[in-house]
């Protein structure tokens, strides 16, 4: 048994009553405190790590409350009356005084292994209770893309890829983080589809919960997006590093549409990708444009690998490219026939399954993905 952790400090929260809709998730905590100035404090924590609370004044009413609840955060002042109940896993003992001798006593009545006093350690305790109500599971995969140039088509591979993931089953989350693209809900068609974007998580600091955060996305072709608004396009590192993290959190596959840039959102973006595609179109020009964007990333990705968008013209196909760059070919894309007219139309990147976009993203993730994963919910 120990005490909680150090650190963290008052929390403010991701900004999650900014939201325009509720996003606590039930089958929360359970709270058991008579304490009214500490009980306001927990809900408070809960609704940062986007927890609904079951709350016990004293002793559970609800039978199998204390058994079945994901974590009990129990309040010095009831500690005493609980110490009957069946000892197990996933208790904190909840107080404020740390001079208080007898806070240690109550937390072996009661089999609690962590201490947690307010509010210092607020910090540990949402992240602990954030834990509590998300699955434990592989975090997502999450892959970047990359255009060697402007107009290298990396915006629209990115789309390609999250419907290809989608289309799997997967839990998929488009992430655009490019803002002076074009946007991706326009890509996709979905400007006007309900849903949160960038700027409203601008505030956002620390732990924030992911089934929260993809609650209160759009959700076009299946998949989750975060795209831009047409506003403000000011994010600062800390926003974009809460919310990349409780994105990969959920699991499934993150496909995040990259800037040519190491700005520090950039630098944040890059550093929670687990690979990176490069798209190169297959011309010299853009070989060398290339060169200098890989060089500027490579450093903060550890696997970076190159897509080449065809058609490849005579003596450069995709492996010499590859060996001009220094990068491993992951594929080429070669054009596909009324994909500008489809764009148009509304119809997504990739929606054709017998395309050749589909059919290099369906490659792609038949090697990427970990073999025995499963399709998300």
Request: net charge negative.
């Amino acid at each position: 048994m120990g005490r909680a952790g150090e650190g963290g400090g008052a929390v403010t929260g991701p900004k999650t009553s900014d939201w325009r809709r509720a996003t606590a998730v039930p089958g929360g905590p359970l709270i058991a405190t008579e304490d009214e100035d500490l009980l306001d404090d927990l809900l408070r924590l809960c609704a940062a790590a986007g927890a609904l609370p079951e709350v016990s004044h004293g002793t559970p009413a609800r039978r199998g409350a204390w058994d079945r609840a994901p974590l009990v955060l129990v309040g010095g002042d009831c500690a005493d009356r609980l110490s009957g109940l069946p000892h197990r896993e996933d208790v904190v003992l909840v107080g404020r005084e740390p001079a208080d001798p007898d806070l240690w006593r109550r937390a072996v009545l009661v089999g609690a292994r962590n201490v947690v006093l307010l509010p210092d350690e607020e910090g540990w305790l949402v992240d602990r209770i954030a834990d509590s109500v998300e699955a434990a599971g592989r975090p997502a995969l999450t892959v970047g893309v990359i255009g060697g140039r402007g107009g290298a088509g990396a915006s629209t591979l990115a789309c390609a890829l999250a419907i290809g993931a989608a289309r799997t089953g997967r839990r998929t989350m488009l992430v655009d983080a490019d803002p002076f693209g074009g946007g991706l809900d326009v890509l996709l068609g979905a400007e006007r589809v309900d849903g949160l974007r960038w700027p409203a998580f601008a505030g956002s600091r620390g732990r924030m919960a992911g089934r929260a955060l993809e609650e209160v996305l759009p959700e076009p072709h299946g998949l989750r997006l975060l795209s831009w608004d047409r506003g403000d396009r000011e994010v600062p590192p800390e926003a974009v590093r809460a919310v990349l993290a409780a994105a990969r959190r959920r699991g499934g596959v993150v496909v995040v549409d990259l800037p040519r840039g190491t700005d520090g959102s950039a630098v944040e973006v890059l550093r929670q990708l687990d690979l990176g595609l490069l798209v190169v179109p297959s011309e010299l020009r853009a070989v060398g444009a290339a060169h200098r964007v890989a060089s500027a990333i490579h450093l903060m990705m550890g696997d970076l690998r190159l897509v080449v968008r065809g058609p490849c013209g005579p003596g450069l196909d995709g492996e010499e490219i590859a060996q001009l760059l220094g990068l491993p070919l992951a594929g080429e894309v070669p054009q596909e026939p009324g994909l500008a007219q489809a764009l148009i139309a509304g119809r997504p990147p990739g929606g054709v399954e017998q395309g050749p976009l589909a059919a290099f993203c369906a490659e792609f993730w038949a090697r990427a993905l970990p073999e025995g994963s499963e399709a998300s919910a």
